[in-house]
């Protein structure tokens, strides 16, 4: 994780990578959530960290959490996270 440490940017495309790789082999549901939050935790404002946050703690099954920070984005950026907050 300490490769990732100061850049947000690719500490989530390295979780996008990790929860949806085509060749399950390389599916890390557990690292790609701590390399989330902490991308959430350097930019505490940023939707867009927020919403694959939240795409993550899908992914691997954590769906409250993951409607929390869903909703979390959707305040932060409401045109375009709130479409994925609807009921």
Known sequence: MAA???RPRYAQSLAKFLV???DPRYR???RATEL?????E???ENAEYRSTLGLVLY???KYQES???LRHAAKLQPPTASALCKP
């Open 4 to 6: 990732t440490s100061g």
């Open 28 to 30: 890390e549901f557990t």
């Open 36 to 40: 989330m939050r902490q991308a959430a």
């Open 42 to 44: 350097q930019g505490p």
């Open 20 to 22: 949806d790789c085509p």
């Open 67 to 69: 409607q929390d920070s």
């Open 59 to 61: 992914r691997a099954g």
